[in-house]
């Protein structure tokens, strides 16, 4: 058997299990945040962050597989190198999302004040609650999340961990959303022209 296609038979089985009872499921490895969003009747969007550059003020927004970001952070925000991060070391950076999705991830880690990759523990904190903590060392260093309840609207990222202070500033590479297939909108839109015309007779 291939790998592709245990990767896919796992992330289905986690599906099925974690569809019986509404839950958070927490992702490290990105090969598998994506087949499961997959298995879930999902395709995933990305935001590269590569069209940004420079210092921005709180409220940026950008846009993805047509989910719209909303980026802040105590002190503004501060992008390059196709990372987008915050301007103070430190500083909570907070991505609210409009829809609200039901999957999402990133590539997260910590920079110093000229983009170098800075080992550090992150966490990474939904609206509801539901986190993760962990050490990040790269660029590649991934956590997503995919709700089978109630729908994601916000994602924050917070460094820690090293000396000395004032050093750590936390950092996005890729931003991914699980979206609705184009073929699962078409569907729900014919569904709602046949649900509107068997109320009308």
């Known amino acids: 058997m291939s790998i592709r296609i245990a990767l896919s038979a796992a992330a ?15 992702f490290t490895n990105n090969t598998l ?14 935001e590269s962050f590569d069209a940004y550059n420079g210092f921005y003020a709180n409220g940026l927004t950008g846009n993805a597989g047509g989910i719209q970001w909303t980026a802040s952070a105590p002190g503004n925000l501060y992008a ?12 909570l950076l907070t991505f609210t999302l409009s829809p609200s999705v039901q999957g999402v991830a990133g590539n997260f880690f910590a920079t ?8 550090a ?3 990474v ?9 962990g050490y990040a060392a790269t660029a590649a260093d991934f956590v997503g ?10 994602i924050s990222i917070s460094v820690a961990g090293n000396l000395p202070a004032g050093t750590n500033f936390a950092t996005v590479n890729n931003l991914y959303f ?9 569907l729900i839109g014919v569904a709602g022209l046949i649900g509107g015309s068997r109320k009308r007779r």
């Open 12 to 26: 289905m089985t986690v599906a099925m299990t974690q569809a019986a009872s509404a839950a958070m499921v927490t």
């Open 33 to 46: 945040w994506s087949a499961f969003t997959v298995a879930q009747g999902k395709t995933v969007a990305t």
């Open 80 to 91: 390059g190198l196709g990372y987008m991060s915050t301007n103070n070391a430190e500083a």
């Open 112 to 119: 110093d004040a000229s983009f170098g990759i800075v080992p």
């Open 121 to 123: 523990i992150i966490g």
């Open 125 to 133: 904190t939904l609206a509801d609650g539901s986190s993760y903590l």
């Open 145 to 154: 999340f995919y709700s089978t309840g109630a729908a994601i609207s916000s």
């Open 178 to 186: 699980a979206v609705p297939a184009p073929g699962a909108v078409a």
